[in-house]
């Protein structure tokens, strides 16, 4: 309905990393359930805008939930509840009267799995966020867009002459890609990425890894990754998740990624950031 039409933002030059811009996410004591099983316990964490925020910890300890309460897809979850507060760029995300489509367009999911639609064409792929979150646009803007995003993905040079072909024929990493190009053609401000490498093999990872290096210029990522190495390689800033046994998830430890790597505070970090558990 035109009620959920939403323009899109024009892109902003020359901005580099360190400038004030949009896109800052912040948890604020955010606590979960799904029922009576509390997953997460006064989480709060900045994730400035234009860095790389890796979220680092054992399977279990509440790193998805977290990640799709930033977005507002916990809530999906019929049994799902939370408390605290997501502020993006100083806004509650959650805020009554606050359009979920609104949060869902400026703040885009990438997950595990590749997931394109198999059977849509590879440009409808990149297009398909368009009309989910209301965004109106002509032909040829359409045609531009899908280049300008599946060259930011790195597959433009792949795809440009078969762009009409199914998005299942491509390789895992390509559809990976592709993926990323689909949540770009919205003008997120943040990209959340749950462990978007661990379904594809060690060439398709490093490509990815270098695409969210460059993306990291105008999108503020927030990356879930059990590779330690990933997390060095593509994050300025990490939080160490852990759910003591029988205990809800919480943030044991964050700080720069160097920091976290070379000299944790907390020796369950040390532990973890080794490869001992
Ligand atoms: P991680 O991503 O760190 O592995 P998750 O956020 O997936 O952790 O899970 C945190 C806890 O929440 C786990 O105990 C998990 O079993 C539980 N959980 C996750 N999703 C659901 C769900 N849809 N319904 C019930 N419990 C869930
Ligand atoms: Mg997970």
């Known amino acids: 309905s035109s009620a959920e039409t939403v323009e899109i933002p024009a892109v902003v030059e020359?901005?580099?990393?360190?400038?004030?811009?949009?896109?800052?996410?912040?948890?604020?004591?955010?606590?979960?359930?799904?029922?009576?099983?509390?997953?997460?316990?006064?989480?709060?964490?900045r994730m400035p805008?234009?860095?790389?925020?890796?979220?680092?910890?054992?399977?279990?300890?509440?790193?998805?939930?977290?990640?799709?309460?930033?977005?507002?897809?916990?809530?999906l979850v019929p049994s799902a509840t939370l408390s605290g507060e997501v502020l993006l760029d100083g806004e509650d995300v959650y805020a009554p009267g606050r359009r979920l489509t609104?949060?869902?367009?400026?703040?885009?999911?990438?997950?595990?799995?590749?997931?394109?639609?198999?059977?849509m064409s590879i440009y409808d792929n990149v297009t398909a966020g368009l009309k989910l979150?209301?965004?109106?646009?002509?032909?040829?803007?359409?045609?531009?867009?899908?280049?300008?995003?599946?060259?930011?993905?790195?597959?433009?040079?792949?795809?440009r002459d078969r762009l009409r072909q199914p998005g299942g024929a491509l390789?895992?990493?390509?559809?990976?890609?592709?993926?990323?190009?689909?949540?770009?053609?919205v003008r997120p401000q943040v990209l959340l990425m749950d462990e978007p490498c661990s379904a594809l093999d060690p060439t398709s990872t490093r490509r990815i890894e270098e695409t969210i290096r460059e993306l990291a210029d105008e999108v503020t990522i927030v990356i879930v990754t059990h590779n330690m190495q990933?997390?060095?390689?593509?994050?300025?800033?990490c939080a160490f998740f852990l759910a003591a046994q029988g205990t809800p998830g919480g943030i044991v430890e964050h700080g720069p990624t160097?920091?976290?790597?070379?000299?944790?505070?907390?020796?369950?970090t040390a532990d973890y950031v080794n490869g001992r558990f």
């Open 49 to 75: 805008a234009g860095e790389v925020t890796a979220l680092i910890g054992p399977s279990g300890c509440g790193k998805s939930t977290f990640l799709r309460i930033l977005n507002r897809m916990h809530e």
């Open 14 to 45: 020359g901005q580099g990393r360190e400038a004030a811009r949009p896109g800052g996410l912040e948890a604020l004591a955010v606590s979960a359930w799904f029922g009576d099983h509390k997953v997460l316990q006064q989480v709060s964490l």
């Open 230 to 237: 990933q997390a060095q390689r593509v994050s300025d800033r």
């Open 171 to 185: 390789s895992g990493g390509q559809q990976q890609r592709l993926c990323i190009a689909r949540s770009l053609a």
């Open 258 to 268: 160097g920091a976290m790597f070379d000299a944790p505070q907390d020796q369950r």
């Open 133 to 159: 979150t209301g965004v109106r646009t002509g032909r040829g803007e359409r045609d531009l867009l899908v280049e300008e995003c599946l060259t930011k993905a790195g597959l433009w040079k792949e795809v």
């Open 102 to 119: 609104d949060a869902r367009r400026r703040i885009g999911m990438v997950f595990q799995k590749p997931n394109p639609f198999p059977a």
